[in-house]
C-alpha cells in the first residue's frame, strides 16, 4: 500500500476520499489515507471523520502543510486540492521532499507556476499527476475509440458549446475571481482537455470574453463581488488542419444548452454531458443518406473496444454504451480512476495518463481565448506554454513560494 496525504478538505477534498472508497469496495485499492490537512480546521475534521467511516482508519490531522511534514514523513504521495494558487507552492515543496504529487486541475493557477511544478517533478524525479475525471468518463471513452477507428472519417470541425447558470455562484465564490483562475478558466479546463483527447493537439487559438454579470449570488442567497469573466467565445485551430468552436456562457439565462459534437466528412458524433450516462449519437452518411447508427451498432464499429479493469468493476461492463448511477456514484467513480492511475504509475514507474505536460496544454488553452484577445491576434500553443505574450496571466502569477500555512 501507498501512504497518501490529502491537502484541502473542502468538498473537493472529501469527494476524493469518497474516491478511495470506491477503490476499496471493488478490491483495488492501492492507497492507505495516512493524514488530512486544511487550515481551517472544521475542514480537516470534517475530512478525518469521512475518512474513518468509508476507510476503516482515522487520518492524523494537520492545520498546515509544515506541521504535515514536520509531524510525518512517510507519505509517499500527495493529492493537492486546494485553490488552483496554491498547488505549484504545496506541490514543489512536497516534490522536494520525496512525494509523488497530484493537484486537481487546473495545474496551477497560471502557465508559468505550472511549469516551475514540472520543473521540480523533473528535478526530483517524481511522478506529476493532474486530476482530470471528464475524460475518464466511460461514455467518453468510447467517443475517443470511435474516432480513432476513423469511423467519422476525417475531422473539420469541433464544436464545444455550453450556456447557463448566469448569475449564480458555481461551487464556491473564489472560483469566480481572477486570483483564483477565474470560472471560464476553471471550466474551460475540461473542454479544452477533451477538445485534446477528441481531436488531436490544438495548434492556435483566439477569442473574444466578457465579464456580463459584476456580481453572484450563492445558494443562501449572499452575493459576492467576482471580477473573472464569464462568457468566452472562440475559435481554435488543430495540428491535423480540423476547427475547433469555443462558446463558454456562464452568464446565460432562460434555456440552458450544452453540444459537444465532432464533425467528420462520413458523419458526426454528439456526445452527450460528462457524468450523464446518456449514449452518444452517431449519425453517418451511407449511401447519400444520413442514418443515425444505434447504440449497439456503435459498439460493433469498434470491436476491440474495452475498458480498463477498474473503470469495469466501478461502472459494470467492459463495453459499455450508457449507463445509470447516481450522480454522486458517477463522480466518484471516475476519481476512483485518476487515483487507480496514479497509483499506478508510482508502482509501474510509467507517466500518468494526464501528467504535468498534459494538464500544463489544457491551462494554457484556457487562457489563451484570453490573451490572444489582449494581443489582439491568434497566439499558438507553443507560445502559451512557454509563458511567451501572456499578458492576461502577467497580473495574476506570482512567484512559487516555498510552502504555505
Known amino acids: 500500500m501507498l501512504a497518501l496525504a490529502l491537502v484541502g478538505c473542502g468538498g473537493m477534498g472529501r469527494r476524493h476520499i469518497t474516491g478511495l472508497h470506491k477503490l476499496q469496495e471493488i478490491g483495488a485499492q492501492r492507497w492507505e489515507l495516512v493524514a488530512v490537512c486544511d487550515v481551517i480546521p472544521e475542514n480537516a475534521l470534517r475530512a478525518a471523520n469521512l475518512a474513518e467511516d468509508l476507510l476503516g482508519k482515522r487520518?492524523?490531522?494537520?492545520?498546515?502543510?509544515e506541521e504535515l511534514q514536520a509531524a510525518s514523513n512517510k507519505a509517499d504521495a500527495v493529492i493537492v486540492t486546494t485553490s488552483p494558487d496554491l498547488h505549484a507552492p504545496i506541490g514543489i515543496v512536497a516534490l522536494a521532499a520525496g512525494m509523488h504529487v497530484m493537484v486537481e486541475k487546473p495545474i496551477a493557477l497560471t502557465v508559468g507556476q505550472g511549469a516551475s511544478l514540472i520543473d521540480a517533478a523533473n528535478r526530483a524525479n517524481r511522478k506529476l499527476a493532474v486530476a482530470e475525471n471528464y475524460r475518464r468518463d466511460p461514455i467518453n471513452r468510447l467517443a475517443r475509440a470511435l474516432i480513432d477507428a476513423?469511423?467519422?472519417?476525417p475531422l473539420h470541425l469541433f464544436s464545444q458549446s455550453f450556456s447557463g447558470l448566469?448569475?449564480?455562484?458555481i461551487i464556491t465564490?473564489?472560483?469566480?475571481?481572477?486570483?483564483?483562475?477565474g470560472i471560464v478558466v476553471d471550466m474551460g479546463i475540461h473542454y479544452?482537455?477533451?477538445?485534446?483527447?477528441?481531436?488531436?493537439?490544438?495548434?492556435?487559438v483566439f477569442g473574444f470574453n466578457a465579464i456580463v454579470d459584476k456580481q453572484r449570488v450563492d445558494d443562501a442567497g449572499t452575493r459576492h463581488d467576482v471580477d473573472a469573466e464569464d462568457l468566452s467565445v472562440?475559435?481554435?485551430q488543430f495540428e491535423n488542419g480540423a476547427i475547433g468552436n469555443w462558446l463558454i456562457d456562464l452568464a446565460g439565462r432562460g434555456a440552458s444548452?450544452?453540444?459537444?459534437?465532432?464533425?467528420?466528412?462520413?458523419?458526426?458524433?454528439?456526445?452527450?454531458?460528462?457524468r450523464s450516462g446518456r449514449s452518444l449519437e452517431l449519425t453517418l452518411r451511407q449511401s447519400g443518406q444520413d442514418l443515425r447508427i444505434e447504440p449497439a451498432e456503435q459498439l460493433a464499429?469498434?470491436?476491440?473496444?474495452?475498458?480498463?479493469?477498474?473503470?469495469?468493476?466501478?461502472?459494470?461492463?467492459?463495453?459499455?454504451?450508457?449507463?445509470?448511477?447516481?450522480?454522486?456514484?458517477i463522480d466518484a467513480n471516475l476519481l476512483a480512476i485518476e487515483h487507480a492511475d496514479f497509483a499506478a504509475a508510482i508502482i509501474d514507474d510509467r507517466a500518468p495518463e494526464v501528467d504535468g505536460e498534459v494538464g500544463l496544454r489544457s491551462l494554457a488553452i484556457s487562457y489563451g481565448f484570453l490573451e490572444a484577445e489582449r494581443l489582439g491576434r491568434p497566439l499558438t500553443i507553443k507560445e502559451l506554454t512557454g509563458s511567451l505574450n501572456t499578458p492576461y496571466q502577467s497580473e495574476l502569477d506570482l512567484p512559487a513560494r516555498g510552502g504555505v500555512s
Not at 476513423?150 to 472519417?153: S, Y
Not at 464499429?301 to 450522480?327: C, N
Open 59 to 65: 487520518p492524523m490531522v494537520f492545520a498546515s502543510t
Open 150 to 153: 476513423d469511423v467519422l472519417g
Open 166 to 169: 448566469g448569475g449564480k455562484v
Open 173 to 181: 465564490p473564489w472560483r469566480h475571481r481572477r486570483r483564483s483562475g
Open 192 to 204: 479544452a482537455d477533451l477538445m485534446e483527447y477528441f481531436v488531436g493537439p490544438i495548434q492556435q
Open 234 to 236: 472562440g475559435v481554435a
Open 257 to 274: 444548452h450544452f453540444t459537444r459534437i465532432a464533425y467528420g466528412l462520413g458523419g458526426t458524433l454528439s456526445i452527450p454531458h460528462d
Open 301 to 329: 464499429l469498434v470491436p476491440d473496444f474495452q475498458l480498463d479493469d477498474v473503470t469495469a468493476k466501478l461502472f459494470g461492463g467492459t463495453r459499455l454504451s450508457s449507463y445509470q448511477l447516481e450522480f454522486q456514484h
